[in-house]
């Protein structure tokens, strides 16, 4: 029978020692707030009323799928999400390559590019909201320079929420650059060198080289803008409340709104944990493709011969 030596259970012993206060704060502040929300979930528990609480089971979410107002926030988050994750990838990988050059003077870029990124979100919230303003904003006064008339942006039901995307990809495209940067720099320069010999031209290399290189570093960015495009909230509660007419309104926002600003915890925290599912879901099935592509790969090697 294997004993454990005195030494390796000392080490044992800091190491748990290390882990405790993360294990302490994890607890008390990711654990015990999910298991609350999913219990308040099934109550109608109200903040002004907390002793008159009940419990409602499934009346929650019953009522999320007849709400209108939640529907129209998941149609406005889904928009959100699909235009801002693919353009800002794409453009944060454009702007990592025009940095990547080795040219004099293209440093400064780098920090004009993520100079955006290290200003708070409300603060350029604010600052867009007076570039957006009908009277005196300055994107109205570009406009009329040119003979366009003046545009409502933010007061503008249809225009509100791409005023928006356009604010985020410019002020989030910066992060995802350098992350890109840096797989760009650790792809071997032989393999350039090889294709200079092929005579390979500039897409070529782009898509025989340098994609399949910083495929890792793609799937990466492309998983934390997605979800932080998921999270989006700062921006409408800044510029527009969810306004006009509910057209920015996205679900984060509708989680605050309803448990936060309206009180109804039981509401709130059903539309959270629903969210949750939905991205857990998202989750494993991303996974089970990943598994499912990768099986095919193996198999058109084994039997196909890669072909």
């Given amino acids: 029978m294997k004993t454990t030596s005195v030494r390796q ?20 502040f990711l654990i015990v707030p999910i298991v609350m929300c999913f219990l308040y979930s099934f109550s109608d528990f109200y903040m ?22 939640f529907g129209k926030a998941i149609g406005n988050t889904l928009l959100f999400v699909v235009i801002v994750v693919p353009v800002q990838c794409a453009l944060a990988l454009g702007l990592a390559l025009l940095v990547n050059r080795k040219d004099r003077g293209y440093g400064i870029f780098k920090l004009a590019y993520f100079a955006p990124v290290i200003t708070s979100m409300t ?37 509100a929420m791409f005023c928006i995307i356009f604010m985020s990809v410019w002020q989030g495209a910066g992060y995802q650059m350098i992350i890109f940067l840096a797989g760009l720099q650790g792809v071997p320069k032989e393999l350039y060198e090889a294709a200079d010999i092929d005579a390979a031209n500039a897409w070529d290399k782009f898509t025989h080289i340098t994609l399949p290189s910083i495929a ?49 915890v039981g509401y709130g925290s059903a539309i959270s944990m629903l969210f949750t599912a939905a991205f857990i879901l998202a989750s494993v099935f991303k996974n089970l493709g990943a598994k499912g592509i990768g099986a095919y790969k193996k198999y058109r090697a084994s039997v196909l011969g890669g072909y």
């Avoid at 080490?11 to 748990?16: N, S, V, Y």
């Avoid at 495009?229 to 605050?256: E, R, W």
Wanted: charged share 15%; net charge negative; with cysteine.
């Fill in 9 to 28: 259970k000392c080490i044992d012993r800091t190491g748990w020692l290390f882990m405790l206060p993360a294990i302490v704060f994890g607890t008390v």
């Fill in 48 to 69: 002004l009323r907390p002793e008159a609480t009940q419990t409602v089971w499934f009346d929650n979410y019953v009522a999320l799928f007849r709400d209108e107002i």
């Fill in 123 to 159: 603060v350029v919230s604010l600052l867009f909201q007076l570039f957006y303003a009908r009277d005196g904003g300055v994107f109205n006064l570009l406009l009329s320079a040119i003979g366009v008339p003046a545009q409502g942006f933010l007061q503008d039901e249809s225009q």
């Fill in 216 to 264: 890792p570093i793609s799937s990466f960015v492309f998983v934390i803008t997605l979800v932080g495009a998921f999270k989006m909230f700062t921006q409408s509660y800044i510029m527009t409340s969810g306004g006009p007419n509910d057209s920015t309104l996205t679900v984060v926002y509708y989680i605050f709104q309803k448990g936060m600003s309206e009180q109804l």
